[in-house]
C-alpha cells in the first residue's frame, strides 16, 4: 500500500508548487504529496484512488477556483474520503466562507494566504491535525492487532484503552475476517481463547488485563521516584492542567491516571467551545496535546494505576497503589473526576460492551457504520457523541427525559442536531427494559406524558446520564456532600464560619483546599464545581499557586 496522501488543489499553480515544496519539506518521509490544478481535477484523482483504495489523509483546497469552489470540493469529496482531514486555503476576504463551513462541520481548520513563514503559520496547524488523523487510521498494516468478535465486552474495554492512549491497531473480527482464523492457527489457539493481541514482535497475550498490555507497550506503570513535590490524582482537564502549570514552575510532579489521560472530557468526539480552537477539537486531541505539554515540562504520567488509599503523615501525604506500592509528596491534588451514572433497568448489566456503553469514543462511531444508534441522554456529552455518530450510523435517536434540549444542552449544539437530517430527538422518553442474548438485540422506551410503550430493534444504545465521583475510597480521609463531591474552602466553614473538625491551621482553608491541609481538589470532583472543560481546567490551574502558597 502507498503512504497515505496529502492532496492539494489550486488553480495557481505558483501557490502549488510552493505548498508542495513546503509540505515535502516537512512530510515526505509519512505521506506523499499529490497535486491538481482544479476542482474536477482534483475529484479524478480521488476517484482512482478510491477505486485503488489508496489512504488520503488529508485535502487542501483553495476556496477562490473557478467552477467548483474549495469548499465545494471538499464536501463533495466526502463521499470518497469520509475520514480524511479537510482545510480550505483562503485569502484574509473569505474567513467568512471558512467560518461558515466550520460551523456545518464541512472542514477541519483554514490556513490563510500567504503561510510565510511555514514553521509558524501552516506546520504547527499540519502536525495536530495529522496526528489526529494517523491516530483514528486503520490500515492492513497496523501492527498491533486485537483478535475476537464485535459483542465481547472484553474486546470493548481493550479497544477503549488503547484508543485513549493514542495507540493505533487493528481490530480483527474473528466472525467476519478469515485472517482472523489463519492467524489464530497459527499461534496454535482456537476461538474458545480470546481476545488475543498481538503485538509487533511478533508476542502475543490471550485474554489479558489492561496492565499487561501497558507493560508490553512499554507505558510508565511505576513512579520513577519515591517522593514528589506535587501528585496528582486523575489525568482530565483539570489534572492535566495541574501538571502542566505544576511542571512548568518547578515543582517535581507526578501523575497518576486509572486509565488513560483525558479523564470523561477524553471521551467526548467534539468539544467546539473551547476558547482558541475555533474548528473544534476531539476530548482525545486535547488529552494528546496536554500530555505532551506536560511531559515537556517534565511532568511524570503513569497509567494505568489506581490510587487506592491516602495516608497523612504529619506534613507528608502518601499514596497507595492498587498494586500495593507507595508514593509520598508534600501536596496532593485529586481531580479524579467523575463517571456516567449506571442505568438502573432490567437486562441491562449482562449487556454492558456488548451493545450498551457508557460514554462513548471516537473508534466507537465507525463500528456503527449504517445501523441505527440511540443515545440516553440531553446534556452536552450525548450532543456532541449524536453529532458525531450521526456521520457513520444510519440514523441516530436522542431519548431525553426532559421535555426539550434546552433545560441542559448548549445552543450550539441544539442548532447542530436540528440541522441533522438523520438525528431524532425523543424528549419525555426514557429506556425502561433492553433485551438480548448475547449482545443488545432492542430496547423498550416509554414516553412519560402519552405513556405510550414502544419496544424498538437497537444493536448500540449509548448512555450519557448523570455523573458521580470516584471518591468511595476517600470519604474516611477528606470530609465530602452527601452525593460523594469533595468539599473545599468557604464549603467547608460550618455555621459561624468555624474551621473544619480536626483543622489545627490558624489560617481558613484556601479555597480548593479540602478539609485536610495540602490536599487540594480541582475539576468535576469538586462539589459546586462548573461541569465544563474550561472550568476545570482554570481551576487545575488555580490550584497550582494554590498549592505554592502552601509550600511557602
Known amino acids: 500500500m502507498e503512504k497515505p496522501a496529502i492532496v492539494i488543489v489550486d488553480d495557481t499553480p505558483e501557490i502549488v508548487q510552493q505548498l508542495k515544496h513546503d509540505l515535502e519539506q516537512k512530510y515526505s518521509d509519512r505521506f506523499r504529496i499529490i497535486e491538481a490544478f482544479s476542482g474536477q481535477q482534483a475529484l479524478d484523482i480521488l476517484t482512482k484512488?478510491?477505486?485503488?483504495?489508496e489512504p488520503v489523509a488529508l485535502l487542501i483546497a483553495d476556496e477562490q477556483m473557478p467552477k467548483l469552489s474549495g469548499s465545494d470540493l471538499l464536501r463533495v469529496s466526502r463521499e470518497l474520503f469520509p475520514q480524511a482531514k479537510r482545510i480550505l486555503l483562503i485569502s484574509y476576504t473569505d474567513t467568512h466562507a471558512a467560518v461558515h463551513e466550520i460551523n456545518e462541520g464541512r472542514i477541519d481548520y483554514y490556513i490563510v494566504k500567504p503561510w510565510d513563514p511555514?514553521?509558524?503559520?501552516?506546520?504547527?496547524?499540519?502536525?495536530?491535525i495529522l496526528t489526529g488523523w494517523l491516530i483514528a487510521y486503520d490500515p492492513s498494516l497496523t501492527p498491533l492487532r486485537v483478535i475476537d468478535h464485535r459483542w465481547s465486552p472484553k474486546l470493548y474495554k481493550i479497544g477503549r484503552f488503547l484508543a485513549r492512549n493514542q495507540v493505533p491497531y487493528q481490530w480483527l473480527d474473528i466472525e467476519n475476517r478469515p485472517d482472523a482464523l489463519r492467524?489464530?492457527?497459527?499461534?496454535?489457539?482456537?476461538?474458545?481463547?480470546?481476545?488475543?493481541?498481538i503485538f509487533p514482535d511478533g508476542s502475543y497475550l490471550v485474554n489479558p488485563e489492561l496492565p499487561q498490555i501497558a507493560d508490553k507497550l512499554k507505558l510508565k506503570t511505576h513512579a520513577e521516584k519515591p517522593f514528589y513535590d506535587l501528585i496528582i490524582i486523575g489525568s482530565g482537564p483539570a489534572g492535566l492542567a495541574a501538571?502542566?502549570?505544576?511542571?512548568?514552575?518547578g515543582l517535581s510532579t507526578l501523575l497518576v491516571e486509572r486509565e488513560a489521560p483525558g479523564g470523561q472530557a477524553g471521551l467526548s468526539s467534539r468539544i467546539e467551545n473551547y476558547l482558541g480552537f475555533p474548528t473544534g477539537l476531539s476530548g482525545g486531541e486535547l488529552a494528546r496535546r496536554a500530555v505532551v505539554q506536560a511531559e515537556r515540562f517534565g511532568a511524570e504520567i503513569v497509567t494505568p494505576q489506581k490510587a487506592c488509599r491516602i495516608k497523612v503523615n504529619g506534613q507528608y501525604r502518601s499514596v497507595i497503589m492498587q498494586d500495593k506500592s507507595e508514593v509520598h509528596c508534600h501536596t496532593l491534588l485529586l481531580a479524579c473526576g467523575v463517571s456516567y451514572c449506571q442505568l438502573d433497568v432490567p437486562g441491562i448489566s449482562a449487556l454492558v460492551g456488548a451493545g450498551v456503553y457508557y460514554g462513548a469514543?471516537?473508534?466507537?462511531?465507525i463500528l456503527c457504520k449504517d445501523e441505527d444508534v440511540y443515545i440516553v441522554g440531553g446534556a452536552n456529552s450525548a450532543g456532541q457523541a449524536a453529532i458525531y455518530f450521526s456521520k457513520y450510523a444510519r440514523s441516530v435517536t436522542m431519548l431525553v427525559r426532559a421535555d426539550s434540549l434546552a433545560k441542559d444542552m448548549s445552543w450550539y449544539l441544539i442548532n447542530q442536531i436540528n440541522h441533522t437530517p438523520n438525528i431524532m430527538v425523543k424528549t419525555n422518553t426514557r429506556v425502561v427494559a433492553v433485551h438480548g442474548k448475547q449482545h443488545l438485540e432492542s430496547i423498550t422506551i416509554v414516553n412519560?406524558?402519552?405513556?405510550?410503550?414502544?419496544?424498538?430493534?437497537?444493536?448500540?444504545?449509548f448512555i450519557f446520564i448523570g455523573a458521580e465521583p470516584h471518591t468511595g475510597w476517600l470519604k474516611r480521609t477528606l470530609k465530602c456532600d452527601e452525593k460523594g463531591f469533595i468539599l473545599t474552602g468557604p464549603d467547608l466553614m460550618s455555621a459561624g464560619h468555624h474551621k473544619p473538625e480536626h483543622w489545627q491551621l490558624e489560617r481558613d482553608p484556601f479555597y480548593l483546599e479540602t478539609s485536610v491541609p495540602g490536599i487540594f481538589a480541582?475539576?468535576?470532583?469538586?462539589?459546586?464545581?462548573?461541569?465544563?472543560?474550561?472550568s476545570s481546567v482554570g481551576e487545575g490551574s488555580m490550584a497550582v499557586l494554590l498549592i505554592h502558597r502552601y509550600l511557602g
Do not use: M, W
Open 49 to 53: 484512488l478510491s477505486v485503488f483504495n
Open 118 to 128: 511555514p514553521e509558524q503559520c501552516l506546520y504547527p496547524a499540519l502536525d495536530d
Open 183 to 197: 492467524l489464530l492457527e497459527h499461534l496454535n489457539l482456537n476461538r474458545r481463547k480470546l481476545p488475543v493481541v
Open 243 to 249: 501538571a502542566v502549570y505544576g511542571a512548568s514552575e
Open 361 to 365: 469514543s471516537v473508534s466507537e462511531a
Open 448 to 461: 412519560d406524558q402519552s405513556h405510550g410503550e414502544q419496544t424498538l430493534p437497537a444493536a448500540s444504545l
Open 522 to 534: 480541582a475539576g468535576d470532583v469538586r462539589h459546586g464545581s462548573i461541569k465544563r472543560v474550561a
